[in-house]
C-alpha cells in the first residue's frame, strides 16, 4: 500500500492543491515558505499516531488565510492509497459502511480527514435564499471553533481539488449559495474512532535536523531513548535482576558512607537550633537515587561517538554539526526499521530536509542508500545534490502563484524518452532550475559568466534579488528541459537564450578564394544553417506554450557584445590576450572598426583562442554600469520576470542616481535633488511604473538604465 494523492483544501498556505506520489522514493522541493512543513504536517494528522489528538484541535490559524473569514469554509486534508492489501484490518477500514460483505477487495481507496461547521450551522446555511449575503454574515458571523467538528471518512470518489465539488458541498460563499442537502455519501463514510489506519501502518517522521543537541536533552524526543525504551519491555525479568539487586547494593552503600552520615547529622542540628524541635522534620535522610526500574535507568545512557582517528570517544554535543545531524538521522531510521520490523500492512518514512549541516557527497549516499522493501520515503530538500539524484517522475515541486502555495509534477504528461533526456541533464548545477522563481536557459560559458555580471553591474541588483536563475545547458538541446515548463508541469517562466550563428562574412564562393577561406565559409555557412534550424524548432516548439520563450543573438555572444556598443570593454582585455604593440594596435583597430566582418572576426578568434570562458573571465572584469546589455538579453530577462517589484525598482533607480551623481556624469545639483523626490514618491505609489520611466528618460537620456526600462 502506498500514497498516490494527497489533496489539500483550505489547509494553511494550500487554498487547494494536488501533489502526486509514486511507490518508493519521492522528493518535495521548493523555496522557503512554499509550504514544506505544513504539507508533511497535513500527512501525520491523518498517519502518524502521535498526532491524531492534534487532528481534532485544528484552529482558526489552519485556514488558509485567502479566505479571508474562515466561519462557514472547511479544511479537507484527503490521502488517496493504491494497491491496498486485502489484510482483513485495511479491508474493514476502507470498505467500512460503505459496501455489502460480499463486495471484492478493493485495491485503491481514500482517508480524509474534514474539519467542518457542525449539523447546526451546516443545516442554517442549507435554508439561506440563494443570494442572501445579509443572512449569511448573520449566520457566520456568530460562528467559532466550538462550532466546528472533525470527521475522518474512507473511500470517497470525490474529487475534493474540484472547486464545482467544493461549491455543491460547502457552498458557494461568493454568491451566497448553498444546497440544501447537509449529507452527501461523495465525502465519503465516517471512520469510527475505533479504527484508525495510524494503528495499522508503521509510521516514522523525521523532522527537519536543526538543533541535535538539544534533542537529545530532551527525553520525550531524544531518540536514543525512544530507542531503549523500545528495547525495556523485552528484557528478561530473570536477567534483569541481577542489575537491580546490584543498583539497591549500590544505594546502600552511598548512604553509609561515613561523610554521608556526618552530613545528615550536621543539617538535622542545624535545623533544630535555627528552628527548635517542634518546627523540624520528623526525619531526614540523605539517600541515593539511582532508578532500578529498566526505563528510568536507560536515561542515564549516553552515545558517546569517535569522529577522528584520534580514538578519542566524546558525548553528542563535542561532535560538529554535520557529524551530530547524521547520528541523530541514523538513530531516526534505526527506530523506523524495529516500526517496520512488526510487520505493519504499509511503511511510510518521512523525512525533513535531511541535508543540514551533511557533505554533499553524503547527502547523495544518503539518498541513493535509504531503499527499504515495501516503504514509501518522502523527503522535502533544498538541495541540489539530493534533486540531482531523484527520479524527476517521483518529484513535486512546490511554488507560489499570486499569493498561494502549488504543486507543481514536472513529468506530466511526457513521455519515457523526454523524461529520460530531462533525467539525464539535471546534474546538481543544472537541478538548481527545479527550485527556481523563473529561468534563463543559455549554451555556454560566456552567457553563464557575463550576464550575471552584466545585471549587477548595470542595475545594482542580481539575478537571484530578481528571483531568476540562470541555467548554462553546454549544448544547444534546450527543449530538452524547457519542456518542464508547461500549463501541465511547471508553471513558471522560462527564458532560452541562444545564437541564430548568421555569419559575418558573405559566405557565397567566389573563384580565386583560398583553400583556408573557402574552409572558412564552408564553417560558417553550416553554421548559419544550423541557426536556423535550430530557431525553427524552438519556434515551433514553444508557438502555443506561455510559459517559455526563445531569444536569440543575431551572430553570437562575442560578436554582439561589441556590436551592442561595448568595443572598449573588449579592447580592455587586449593587453591581456595578446603580448607585441602591434598586434595589440591591429586588434584594436578591428574592434573599433564599424565593420562587423572585421569586429566579429576579431571577437571571435580572441574568445577561441583563449577559450570562451576564459575571454568571458577577462572580459568580465571590465564590465561597469555604462556597458552596454545586449537587447535580446534584456528581452529574455524581462520575459523571464515580468514583474518587478516596486521596491526592486527603487533600488535600481536608486543605485543608477548615485552613479550619475558620483561619477559627475550629470552636472546640476538641483535636477538629483528632484528626481530623488520623484522616486520617493514612486516608492510611496505617487508615481506608477511608467510615470517613473519616463522621468528617467526625460532627466537622463543617455543613461544606460533606459535600455532596461524599455524592455519591461
Not at 494527497?6 to 498556505?13: E, M, T
Not at 442554517?124 to 454574515?137: E, I, W
Not at 544553417?529 to 525553427?536: D, N, Q, S, Y
Not at 572598449?568 to 574592434?591: C, E, F, H, N, S
Request: net charge negative; proline share 3%.
Amino acid at each position: 500500500m502506498h500514497i498516490s494523492k494527497l489533496s489539500l483544501v483550505n489547509y494553511r498556505n494550500f487554498a487547494n492543491t494536488k501533489l502526486l506520489f509514486q511507490k518508493g522514493i519521492n522528493t518535495i522541493i521548493g523555496e522557503n515558505g512554499s509550504g514544506k512543513t505544513n504539507l508533511f504536517r497535513a500527512i501525520r494528522l491523518l498517519l502518524d499516531d502521535n498526532m491524531i489528538r492534534s487532528a481534532y484541535r485544528l484552529d482558526s490559524t489552519d485556514f488558509h488565510r485567502g479566505l479571508g473569514r474562515w466561519q462557514g469554509h472547511w479544511i479537507i486534508i484527503s490521502l488517496e492509497f493504491e494497491e491496498i492489501s486485502e489484510d482483513e484490518a485495511i479491508q474493514a477500514l476502507f470498505l467500512h459502511g460503505a459496501v455489502g460483505i460480499d463486495d471484492e477487495a478493493i485495491g485503491k481507496a481514500t482517508y480524509t480527514l474534514i474539519f467542518r461547521p457542525k449539523k447546526e450551522i451546516r443545516l442554517r446555511l442549507s435554508q439561506l435564499d440563494d443570494g442572501d449575503h445579509t443572512g449569511l454574515d448573520a449566520i457566520l458571523s456568530a460562528v467559532t471553533l466550538d462550532d466546528y467538528e472533525t470527521i475522518f471518512t474512507g473511500r470517497s470518489d470525490a474529487d475534493f481539488n474540484d472547486e464545482a465539488f467544493y461549491n455543491e458541498v460547502v457552498g458557494d460563499f461568493e454568491n451566497a449559495r448553498f444546497n440544501e442537502e447537509i449529507e452527501f455519501p461523495t465525502i465519503g463514510a465516517k471512520i469510527p474512532s475505533v479504527l484508525s489506519v495510524s494503528k495499522e501502518i508503521s509510521f516514522t517522521f523525521v523532522q527537519a535536523l536543526r538543533d541535535v543537541v538539544s534533542e537529545f536533552h530532551n527525553n520525550r524526543t531524544n531518540p536514543l531513548l525512544s530507542l531503549l525504551k523500545g528495547k525495556s519491555g523485552d528484557i528478561d525479568p530473570v536477567a534483569f535482576q541481577a542489575i537491580t539487586d546490584g543498583v539497591k547494593v549500590l544505594n546502600d552503600s552511598i548512604e553509609a558512607l561515613p561523610d554521608v552520615q556526618v552530613v545528615r547529622t550536621d543539617i538535622r542540628d542545624t535545623i533544630k537550633d535555627a528552628a527548635g524541635e517542634a518546627y523540624s522534620p520528623s526525619s531526614l535522610s540523605i539517600k541515593s537515587d539511582l532508578p532500578d526500574e529498566a526505563d528510568k535507568l536507560f536515561q542515564s545512557l549516553k552515545l558517546f561517538v569517535g569522529e577522528s582517528d584520534e580514538g578519542h570517544e566524546g558525548p553528542i554535543h563535542e561532535l560538529s554539526l554535520g557529524g551530530a545531524n547524521l547520528i541523530f538521522l541514523t538513530l531516526k531510521l534505526l527506530e523506523f526499521k524495529y516500526q517496520k520490523s512488526k510487520q505493519s500492512i504499509a511503511n511510510f518514512l518521512l523525512i525533513e530536509e535531511p541535508e543540514a549541516h551533511i557533505h554533499t557527497h553524503i547527502q547523495k549516499t544518503l539518498f541513493d542508500k535509504l531503499q527499504y522493501d515495501d516503504t514509501q520515503i518522502v523527503y522535502s530538500t533544498h538541495s541540489t545534490q539530493i534533486s540531482e539524484v531523484s527520479n524527476v517522475q517521483n518529484v513535486n515541486i512546490l511554488g507560489r502563484e499570486q499569493g498561494q502555495c502549488v504543486a507543481y509534477q514536472p513529468a506530466t504528461g511526457l513521455t519515457t524518452k523526454e523524461v529520460g533526456n530531462i533525467q539525464r541533464y539535471l546534474d546538481a548545477v543544472r537541478s538548481n532550475l527545479l527550485f527556481a522563481k523563473s529561468v534563463v536557459l543559455v549554451e555556454g560559458d560566456a552567457e553563464e559568466i557575463l550576464i550575471p555580471i552584466l545585471i549587477k553591474k548595470v542595475l545594482g541588483v542580481s539575478l537571484d534579488e530578481l528571483g531568476i536563475s540562470l541555467v548554462n545547458i553546454r549544448s544547444t538541446g534546450f527543449q530538452n528541459l524547457a519542456v518542464l515548463f508547461h500549463d501541465d508541469r511547471i508553471r513558471k517562466r522560462c527564458s532560452i537564450v541562444t545564437d541564430l550563428d548568421k555569419s559575418i562574412i558573405d559566405t557565397a564562393p567566389v573563384a580565386g578564394d583560398s583553400e583556408s577561406m573557402a574552409r572558412r565559409k564552408r564553417k560558417y555557412q553550416a553554421s548559419q544553417e544550423k541557426g536556423i534550424a535550430r530557431k525553427a524548432l524552438l519556434d515551433e516548439s514553444f508557438k502555443d506554450n506561455p510559459w517559455v520563450s526563445p531569444f536569440f543573438s543575431p551572430h553570437t555572444f562575442e560578436v554582439d557584445f561589441v556590436s551592442a556598443g561595448n568595443a572598449r570593454k573588449v579592447v580592455g582585455i587586449l593587453p591581456d590576450v595578446y603580448i607585441d604593440a602591434p598586434t595589440i594596435a591591429k586588434a584594436k583597430a578591428d574592434l573599433e572598426s564599424a565593420d562587423s566582418a572585421r569586429y566579429g572576426q576579431r571577437a571571435l578568434t580572441m574568445a577561441d583562442s583563449y577559450g570562451k570562458g576564459w575571454f568571458a573571465i577577462l572580459l568580465g572584469k571590465k564590465i561597469d554600469p555604462e556597458t552596454a546589455i545586449p537587447e535580446y538579453i534584456l528581452d529574455a530577462i524581462a520575459f523571464a520576470h515580468p514583474v518587478v517589484t516596486k521596491e526592486v525598482w527603487f533600488n535600481i533607480l536608486s543605485y543608477r542616481v548615485n552613479y550619475i551623481d558620483e561619477n559627475d556624469i550629470f552636472t546640476a545639483p538641483a535636477v538629483f535633488t528632484e528626481f530623488r523626490e520623484k522616486l520617493l514618491a514612486f516608492r510611496r505609489g505617487e508615481i506608477d511604473f511608467v510615470g517613473i520611466r519616463n522621468e528617467v528618460l526625460a532627466t537622463f537620456p543617455d543613461d544606460r538604465i533606459n535600455d532596461v526600462l524599455k524592455a519591461f
